[in-house]
């Protein structure tokens, strides 16, 4: 460990915030932590000065500068125009990775899985999450769902480094590619391609609906489990409350450059200023901080403590129940409790072991061999209000050029015209697939020809999709067959 402390930057947030940044700091500096932090100020105070973002330039100075971000819980106001601070910060600072590890602490914390011991592995900035939403008709909106290779290949190779470093058996993979074999298909083939890397490491996959359900009776059988960003926001929280307790979880968001670490809860207005918060979740995100910055002898000490705390049953208002706990403690009184046992190890829980990990994980992208892109159609997405799919058919069966011609229009993915069935209803939202046959490139200006006769025959436009194929394999969603 360095001489010189290493400078975080650290958010004391709203609600109980300050109140378990105090206990959390006072712990982690009592059991040796040599850090500096520097203070900003963000979160509900910020958004009502009129920032929408929540956070002042000068915050993101300090951020970029010490590049480690320790962050209590903070409230966002209601209505609209406020931006989830905690997806801007993930997106700004690349933090592409979101750990959160999910034990149980039975029989100190009730849990119906006494063995689990589960790290959900969450890619943090694409999916759904990119935000990307339109109102495309009046009857019909859309959320872009985006999946790309460097994100995947990031996320699953910090998940098996992770697996590796922290002596764990086995990686799982949940996607649903059953159903979206595009987006969903690529995180799946990424992952299996990784996973043949690392072959002292078991591997497995597991479509999300059956494997969240499993995850929840049976979590003993999973050790890593690395998801796209909604399934891994959905399960994470699933996870942390059938260990024990949401509030008991803490949570790193990790990019090539910047780490934020935080705990998993909000900020609990109501209990705020009563020094009845548990400042567990915010802990061990602490914990998990000092392994990142280097400091993993203190991060084993302070995590131990914790442990040993629990164990001696001293306990917030929170986990505390008469047949197992001995005595009911404020925020402070927890905070003092813990540092009087540093140095001690669990009796009865797992002791925790940060002796293999050394360094941070960095991940590093494999070189892509060049691939060849080629349009072969394209997607006309429509606003008609007939609802009658025959006529829309019939009225644009013409519209061709030397390539292009209609081979199928569908209405909310499901094919309508030729062939549709009466039974199926349909919305003013309709996409029309025009494909070259047999498989011939075409350029843009035979799809802008197309276009303009399509606006010309006073059909309404709303997008837009190429058909490409990358190396010759078609690259788009077939629609039963077309």
């Not at 292009?404 to 062939?419: A, E, Q, W």
Request: hydrophobic share 40%.
């Amino acid at each position: 460990m360095s001489n010189n402390p290493t400078p975080i930057t650290v958010a004391y947030g709203d609600g109980i915030g300050p109140e378990i940044m105090d206990a959390t700091l006072r712990i982690i500096q009592a059991a040796g932590a040599n850090i500096a932090p520097e203070i900003i100020e963000i979160g509900e105070k910020v958004y009502l000065r009129g920032n929408s973002a929540g956070i002042e330039p000068e915050a993101w100075e300090s951020l970029r500068r010490t590049k480690v971000f320790l962050k209590a819980p903070i409230t966002t106001p209601q209505g609209g125009g406020f931006k989830s601070l905690n997806v801007t910060t993930r997106k700004m600072l690349g933090l592409f990775a979101n750990i959160r590890p999910c034990a149980a602490y039975t029989p100190y914390v009730d849990s119906k899985h006494p063995k689990m011991d589960v790290v959900i592995i969450r890619e943090n900035e694409e999916d759904l999450y990119a935000g990307i939403e339109h109102q495309q008709t009046p009857e019909v909106v859309q959320c872009l769902k985006l999946i790309s290779v460097p994100g995947t290949e990031k996320i699953i190779r910090y998940a098996f480094e992770y697996a590796r470093q922290y002596g764990r058996k086995k990686v799982t993979c949940f996607t649903k590619d059953n159903i979206m074999k595009q987006t969903d298909g690529l995180f799946h083939k990424i992952f299996d391609e990784i996973a043949a890397e690392y072959p002292d490491l078991e591997n497995e996959h597991w479509i999300v609906d059956i494997g969240a359900a499993k995850l929840a009776d049976t979590p003993e059988q999973f050790d890593v489990v690395v998801m796209p960003n909604l399934y891994g926001d959905i399960l994470s929280d699933v996870a942390a409350q059938i260990a024990g307790s949401v509030g008991l979880a803490g949570s790193a968001n990790i990019g090539a450059e910047v780490a934020m670490f935080e705990a998993i809860h909000g900020s609990a207005p109501r209990r705020a200023g009563q020094n009845l918060a548990n400042p567990s979740g915010l802990l061990l995100g602490a914990v998990q901080m000092l392994v990142h910055i280097g400091q993993p002898e203190v991060a084993q000490k302070v995590h131990n403590a914790w442990l040993r705390t629990l164990e001696d049953g001293i306990h917030t208002y929170d986990i505390f129940k008469e047949a197992v706990s001995k005595s009911k403690v404020g925020t402070r009184e927890f905070a003092d409790a813990v540092i009087e046992r540093l140095g001690q190890t669990p009796s009865q829980l797992k002791p925790a072991d940060y002796s293999k990990a050394k360094e941070a994980i960095q991940v590093k992208l494999k070189e892509k061999p060049e691939q060849k892109m080629a349009t072969i159609g394209v997607d006309v997405f429509l606003h008609h209000n007939n609802r009658n799919a025959d006529a829309l058919g019939q009225a644009i069966e013409g519209i061709q050029t030397k390539h292009l011609h209609l081979s199928m229009i569908t209405n909310r993915g499901v094919k309508v015209y030729p062939n549709g069935l009466p039974e199926t209803f349909c919305t003013d939202h309709w996409r029309c697939r025009f494909k070259s046959e047999p498989q011939a490139e075409v350029n843009y200006e035979e799809i802008l020809n197309l276009l303009t006769q399509i606006n010309q025959a006073g059909f309404q436009i709303i997008k837009t999709e190429n058909l490409c194929t990358i190396d010759g394999v078609p690259a788009f969603s077939a629609g039963q067959g077309a």
